[in-house]
Each structure stands twice: as structure tokens, then as C-alpha cells.
């Protein structure tokens, strides 16, 4: 079974930084394109980046665009997500996601936390 496991999340100023880590099991990883999302408490899960599974392509939602940067280590299979600009609206738990044979994201991480404290 496809297994996802987030890192890095934590506590950061408004205007800092921080680089969010999914280390995905498997085999398929590289045959694979992965996502970012996030669900702040009240809301709807909120996309917010995807990578092709060679990396080669990456689309941003508007919300993070310029601020985050989504990469990946298909050697490792793992998928970063750094985060620049932080803002308090930020705040959220973030996700990370694997594309399915069918194309949408079927296989999810349990989320790590990320403050940014104003």
C-alpha cells in the first residue's frame, strides 16, 4: 500500500521560511505526479501545487505564487515543498498527495502543521 509521511512543519514567523518534506512509499513514485494542498480549520481543502512525475512541470495556485516552490528527489522518493513569505493566513495543515492510475490524487499523507505567528 502507497504510503505518504509529511515533515517539516512547525512554527515560523510571518516572513519567514520553511521547507515541508513527503517521503512517499512505493515503487511508483517517479510514474507518478504529486501535490501540495492545505486545509486551514473552517475551510475546504485548498490546492496549492502540483510537479509532474518528472518534475518538469509545476503549476502554483494563485494564493502561494512567487512565495512556494514544490520540487522533488524521485531518487529518494520524496517532495518538497518550500515555503517563503510566510504569512499568518498561511496557517494550515498541509498535505501531500499522489496521483492514481486514474490521474486524480488517491493516495494522501496525514498532514503536518504549519503556524506563522504574525
Known amino acids: 500500500q502507497v504510503q505518504l509521511v509529511e515533515s517539516g512543519g512547525g512554527l515560523v514567523q510571518a516572513g519567514g521560511s520553511l521547507r515541508l518534506s513527503c517521503a512517499v512509499s512505493?515503487?511508483?513514485?517517479?510514474?507518478?505526479?504529486m501535490g501540495w494542498f492545505r486545509q486551514a480549520p473552517g475551510k475546504e481543502r485548498e490546492f496549492l501545487a502540483t510537479?509532474?512525475?518528472?518534475?518538469?512541470?509545476?503549476w502554483y495556485a494563485d494564493s502561494v505564487k512567487g512565495r512556494f516552490t514544490i520540487s522533488r528527489d524521485n531518487a529518494k522518493n520524496t517532495v518538497y515543498l518550500q515555503m517563503n513569505s510566510l504569512k499568518p493566513d498561511d496557517t494550515a495543515v498541509y498535505y501531500c498527495?499522489?496521483?492514481?492510475?486514474?490521474?486524480?490524487?488517491?493516495?494522501w499523507g496525514q498532514g503536518t502543521q504549519v503556524t506563522v505567528s504574525s
Open positions: 510537479s509532474s512525475r518528472n518534475g518538469g512541470s509545476v
Open positions: 498527495a499522489r496521483e492514481g492510475l486514474a490521474g486524480a490524487y488517491e493516495y
Open positions: 512505493g515503487r511508483t513514485f517517479s510514474s507518478a505526479a
